[in-house]
């Protein structure tokens, strides 16, 4: 019989299990058992890093044998079947009071099926987002993990231990219960495709509007990573631009074949927020931009649609150049704000407790969105913790009252040159939309009394009314269809 050496078990040893497992060995304290479906790749592991003192397991009864108690193992494998799989596994071995932690990138509602389902056992179960990709889970990721406060008690040491460090803090808290970790990943991601998305026009505009290459707009990047805009995608987006490709000697960004792809997160955010109505206009946008591009045989029957043809005439290079940085940070401001509606959305929805200021804050390290930005956005939520819009923070108002003629002139001149910045004007729309004093929704209500008889309010009395437009189209009270 094994002995119960270690404290902390990791299942799935592909790249992100076995560098998780290795950043947890590296820990004073920790002892970490491993376990691999294929046991070839748990030997691998051991031979290649003999210093991290891994406890290796053939099966789930050896695996739950080496843990102390309560045990705790994380799940590093493939998200779906395979991760329901591991689960009863776990379950089968594992004991009341043991720890179960999901660290794939699970669909927030399948967290929540699960944590019902290991808890009838009296097993906890964490959903937990990892963020950081192979490097952060090495070095130090973004962990969001949910679950239960019995669990965070064990696991928060551990945790603590293994995750990025940014200004001193770890980058981990207890993000709320059941699916609350796995929910706050999603709209991590989708924050990351409305950030991406922001980028990529920025480039573009600046690219075409004053026909600098590539590797003089990587110099403009680093600069603004000097700035306001500092962060981890700024910093790369400038070491891309810079790169050249050796079989041609062509700036590399040329010679990539010019469409995105996806994994899924940020249509499960778009999904998510349509379900809960909040609108995410930026990351819906991002995510349809990447969708758009990977349709090429749409856009080979669409190239000599009307339309100008994507050239600017720009004076003053320079002063272009600062309108973009100015648009690109107001644009960006939106796509947080509307990231953080979802979460809070979501909390409400789903009765989860989440500190919205604590969030922002431990994605300052480990993961693809940290950036200095975040700290305003912990700043203006502990100012005021439940501020109904994160724009109409100080700090940001400030910041879109110096971008307002900037961002405006460079959604006109995208729109008159013909260059597509769905993610810039459509967060410009919606930030005018927020601060209409009267929308046309007053008409579509009018037309949807029209024809399904939904009723309407009135501005000037309680109630709910509907005309008899095939009728005498005189007005009465209403039951509420809405
Ligand atoms: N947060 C991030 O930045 C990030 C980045 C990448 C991945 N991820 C997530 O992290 C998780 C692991 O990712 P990965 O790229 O390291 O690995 P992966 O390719 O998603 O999965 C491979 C691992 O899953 C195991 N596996 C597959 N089917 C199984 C089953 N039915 N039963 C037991 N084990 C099974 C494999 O075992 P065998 O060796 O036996 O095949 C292997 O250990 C995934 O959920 C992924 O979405 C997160």
Redesign the pocket.
Known sequence: MTEAAANIGV?????????LARNLASREGNTVAIF???Y??TEELLTEHPEAGFVPARDYAEFAASLQKPRTAII????G???D??IE?LISVFEPGDIIV?????LFTDTIRREKRVRETGINFVGM??????E??LNG?SLMPGGSDESWTTLGPILRSIAAIAEGEPCVTHVGHDGAGHFV?MVHNGIEYADMQLIAEAYDLIRRGTGKSPAEIADIFAAWNEGELQSYLIEITAEVLRQTDAPTGRPLVDVILDQAGA?GTGGWTVQTAIDLGVPVSGIAEAVFARSLSSHPEQRAVSQNLPGPRGEIAVDDADAFVEQVRLALYASKIVAYSQGFDEIRAGAAQYDWSIDLGKVASIWRGGC?IRAQFLNRITEAYDEQATLPVLLTAPYFVDALERAQSAWREIVRVAATSGIPSPAFSSSLSYYDGLRADRLPAALIQGQRDFFGAHTYKRVDRDGTFHTQWSGDRTEIEAVDTH
């Open positions: 299942v799935g040893l592909a790249v992100m299990g076995s560098n691999n479906r294929t070839a790749k590093m494998v493939k998200a079947g395979p991760t799989a591991v596994d999901d660290g794939g990138n699970a987002g990892v963020s950081g990709g192979e952060g889970a990721p990943k994994k693809i």
